[in-house]
């Protein structure tokens, strides 16, 4: 075990795991992420807590992550590039798991203009494959980038993300693979509607034996609606959202009821492609569905 | 102007191995000024080259040219009977004319003899100093004409910081203040008042912090049928 965190021993058990996603507030009160743990304790091996997402300032992922430790759920912490260089990084992550915050997601992070602060300058001093490699050495060999020693090493399960549907389709594997090097223990994927494209990237992965040398979790979103939909179609970067998903919502008389049933299908699809371990909820302002979706897919025998 | 310098031989040899015919391609303007990059430089490399080929044993046939501008594209499109049939073009440009010939020439590699270092004048003969950081938004006008991004080490738009002494900058007594510059510069013009005013965040949208830049200048960009005239692809 590397961190002994909940996720490393369900994922290293084989138990097929689940992660979820909260979004910090744009606030400075703690109280939202109570309210969410509370909903959501029990429904997931870990949650992540996302970094500043969409380049907009909100409470830290850190400080998130131990209101979470104090209600008794495990974090993953998502830390991004864009706004700390590598000194903060690695002095964030010290403090992160000196407060019992074991695992951590390494990403480049949304570039600031999709934000609110579009006129902010950005840092992108390390990569999401560098920090990998900082952490990694933070953790291995007890000392910081520099070589500096550390007293205490960081205990740390270390976690990456990866897009199958971003370009080019041949380099996202190649891509990961450099993940896995530079020191993943495990993956999240971009949300996945595109199955067919996702199910070509994982016979990629298991070509070159991939699967059996990290820990992927799929990445899945509930829509809300086929506008929803068509939003993360045209509007997202990197996002790949089927024609046939969208008439499926428009369709509906129920498209948020829809939108949670195609989720339980995609888990359920999900679960059987070989070198799956697990998946990660992602439902942004729609915390409160992610039990139900756990619930409904059949992966209720968590912890 | 644009500084630049020599990469370490050493470098460039491990770059070239594995390549035969090589161009080596030299620019006559920033660089050439600033002695990294020009018609002389090209020669005393390529002979280097040349020199080492025969010690090592390499099999490297060595070539020269130094074109007016690296960074634009007719004086790179002259270069083109020269270039074909390299393996390699090694670049005494900067990083920009070194691209442009990638562009012109996409099979071929185009390695970089030199390091573009920055935006600069000379200070005294030999001396190079960096003067702009290109931002996008000049604020010359607030900082008596000295650069506080660019010459700053943290970059600060009001006024020095604590380790400010002496006229020197906290980390190294080789580097002057920029800050103690400016407001040495203002005070001289008598416009010390606008070092009271806090200047607030700065927009780095213009900046290389907003993506990659690109400018058009309206009244120079030629239409489609001048183009076609011009005999370019559109
Ligand atoms: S303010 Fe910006 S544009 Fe003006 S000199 Fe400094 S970096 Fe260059
Ligand atoms: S000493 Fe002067 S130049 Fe150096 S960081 Fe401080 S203000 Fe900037």
């Not at chain 1, 990866?162 to 999240?188: C, H, M, S, T, W």
């Not at chain 1, 979103?221 to 509007?235: C, D, F, G, Q, V």
């Given at each position: 075990?590397?961190?002994?965190?909940?996720?490393?021993?369900?994922?290293?058990?084989?138990?097929?795991?689940?992660?979820?996603?909260?979004?910090?507030?744009?606030?400075?009160?703690?109280?939202?992420?109570?309210?969410?743990?509370?909903?959501?304790?029990?429904?997931?091996?870990?949650?992540?807590?996302?970094?500043?997402?969409?380049?907009?300032?909100?409470?830290?992922?850190?400080?998130?992550?131990?209101?979470?430790?104090?209600?008794?759920?495990?974090?993953?912490?998502?830390?991004?590039?864009?706004?700390?260089?590598?000194?903060?990084?690695?002095?964030?992550?010290?403090?992160?798991?000196?407060?019992?915050?074991?695992?951590?997601?390494?990403?480049?992070?949304?570039?600031?203009?999709?934000?609110?602060?579009?006129?902010?300058?950005?840092?992108?001093?390390?990569?999401?494959?560098?920090?990998?490699m900082v952490l990694r050495r933070m953790r291995d060999e007890g000392k910081l980038w520099s070589g500096d020693e550390l007293?205490?090493a960081p205990?740390?399960?270390?976690?990456?993300?990866?897009?199958?549907?971003?370009?080019?389709?041949?380099?996202?594997?190649?891509?990961?693979?450099?993940?896995?090097?530079?020191g993943?223990?495990?993956?999240?994927?971009?949300?996945?509607?595109?199955?067919?494209?996702?199910?070509?990237?994982?016979?990629?992965?298991?070509?070159?034996?991939?699967?059996?040398?990290?820990?992927?979790?799929?990445?899945?979103?509930?829509?809300?609606?086929?506008?929803?939909?068509?939003?993360?179609?045209?509007?997202?970067?990197?996002?790949?959202?089927?024609?046939?998903?969208?008439?499926?919502?428009?369709?509906?008389?129920?498209?948020?009821?829809?939108?949670?049933?195609?989720?339980?299908?995609?888990?359920?699809?999900?679960?059987?492609?070989?070198?799956?371990?697990?998946?990660?909820?992602?439902?942004?302002?729609?915390?409160?569905?992610?039990?139900?979706?756990?619930?409904?897919?059949?992966?209720?025998?968590?912890? | 102007?644009?500084?630049?310098?020599?990469?370490?031989?050493?470098?460039?040899?491990?770059?070239?191995?594995?390549?035969?015919?090589?161009?080596?391609?030299?620019?006559?303007?920033?660089?050439?000024?600033?002695?990294?990059?020009?018609?002389?430089?090209?020669?005393?490399?390529?002979?280097?080259?040349?020199?080492?080929?025969?010690?090592?044993?390499?099999?490297?046939?060595?070539?020269?040219?130094?074109?007016?501008?690296?960074?634009?594209?007719?004086?790179?499109?002259?270069?083109?009977?020269?270039?074909?049939?390299?393996?390699?073009?090694?670049?005494?440009?900067?990083?920009?004319?070194?691209?442009?010939?990638?562009?012109?020439?996409?099979?071929?590699?185009?390695?970089?003899?030199?390091?573009?270092?920055?935006?600069?004048?000379?200070?005294?003969?030999?001396?190079?100093?960096?003067?702009?950081?290109?931002?996008?938004?000049?604020?010359?006008?607030?900082?008596?004409?000295?650069?506080?991004?660019?010459?700053?080490?943290?970059?600060?738009?009001?006024?020095?910081?604590?380790?400010?002494?002496?006229?020197?900058?906290?980390?190294?007594?080789?580097?002057?203040?920029?800050?103690?510059?400016?407001?040495?510069?203002?005070?001289?013009?008598?416009?010390?008042?606008?070092?009271?005013?806090?200047?607030?965040?700065?927009?780095?949208?213009?900046?290389?912090?907003?993506?990659?830049?690109?400018?058009?200048?309206?009244?120079?960009?030629?239409?489609?049928?001048?183009?076609?005239?011009?005999?370019?692809?559109?």
């Amino acid at each position: 075990m590397r961190s002994g965190s909940n996720l490393e021993q369900a994922l290293e058990s084989g138990r097929f795991a689940v992660t979820a996603e909260i979004g910090p507030p744009r606030s400075a009160s703690a109280e939202r992420i109570r309210t969410h743990a509370r909903q959501m304790k029990g429904c997931a091996d870990a949650f992540n807590l996302t970094d500043n997402q969409t380049a907009m300032s909100r409470m830290s992922s850190i400080a998130c992550a131990v209101v979470l430790l104090q209600d008794g759920l495990e974090p993953v912490v998502q830390m991004t590039c864009r706004d700390r260089n590598r000194i903060a990084l690695q002095g964030d992550v010290l403090g992160a798991s000196a407060l019992g915050v074991r695992n951590i997601l390494c990403l480049s992070g949304d570039h600031q203009t999709f934000g609110s602060m579009k006129e902010a300058k950005n840092v992108y001093d390390l990569d999401s494959i560098q920090l990998l490699m900082v952490l990694r050495r933070m953790r291995d060999e007890g000392k910081l980038w520099s070589g500096d020693e550390l007293e205490v090493a960081p205990k740390l399960f270390l976690g990456a993300a990866a897009n199958p549907f971003a370009d080019p389709f041949e380099y996202r594997v190649i891509r990961l693979a450099k993940k896995i090097k530079a020191g993943a223990d495990f993956i999240q994927t971009q949300s996945i509607y595109d199955m067919q494209r996702f199910e070509r990237w994982m016979s990629l992965v298991r070509e070159k034996g991939l699967h059996q040398k990290v820990h992927i979790l799929a990445g899945v979103m509930p829509l809300k609606s086929h506008k929803t939909a068509l939003y993360m179609k045209n509007k997202v970067s990197g996002m790949c959202v089927p024609d046939s998903i969208i008439d499926r919502l428009r369709r509906a008389s129920d498209p948020k009821e829809e939108g949670i049933q195609m989720c339980v299908e995609q888990i359920q699809h999900l679960r059987d492609i070989e070198g799956i371990r697990g998946v990660h909820i992602m439902a942004p302002a729609w915390e409160e569905k992610v039990p139900e979706i756990v619930r409904r897919a059949g992966l209720s025998s968590i912890s | 102007m644009i500084v630049g310098e020599q990469k370490p031989l050493e470098e460039i040899f491990r770059m070239l191995s594995g390549h035969e015919r090589i161009l080596v391609a030299g620019c006559r303007s920033c660089v050439a000024v600033c002695h990294a990059g020009g018609e002389k430089e090209v020669s005393i490399l390529a002979e280097a080259l040349r020199l080492r080929a025969s010690l090592a044993n390499h099999p490297w046939k060595v070539e020269e040219i130094t074109v007016e501008r690296q960074c634009e594209r007719e004086w790179v499109e002259a270069m083109g009977p020269l270039v074909k049939g390299k393996d390699a073009v090694l670049s005494l440009a900067c990083g920009v004319g070194a691209q442009t010939v990638q562009v012109l020439y996409p099979r071929i590699r185009v390695l970089p003899g030199l390091n573009t270092s920055h935006m600069g004048a000379p200070d005294m003969p030999g001396v190079f100093v960096e003067k702009c950081g290109g931002c996008g938004d000049c604020l010359l006008h607030l900082t008596g004409g000295i650069c506080p991004i660019a010459r700053c080490a943290k970059s600060l738009l009001n006024g020095p910081c604590g380790g400010s002494q002496n006229g020197r900058c906290e980390i190294s007594p080789e580097v002057p203040c920029a800050w103690d510059q400016i407001v040495r510069s203002l005070e001289a013009m008598g416009r010390s008042d606008l070092l009271e005013e806090p200047i607030p965040p700065k927009s780095w949208l213009t900046a290389r912090d907003g993506g990659p830049r690109r400018t058009v200048i309206p009244t120079a960009v030629i239409s489609e049928e001048q183009r076609k005239m011009k005999g370019e692809r559109p």
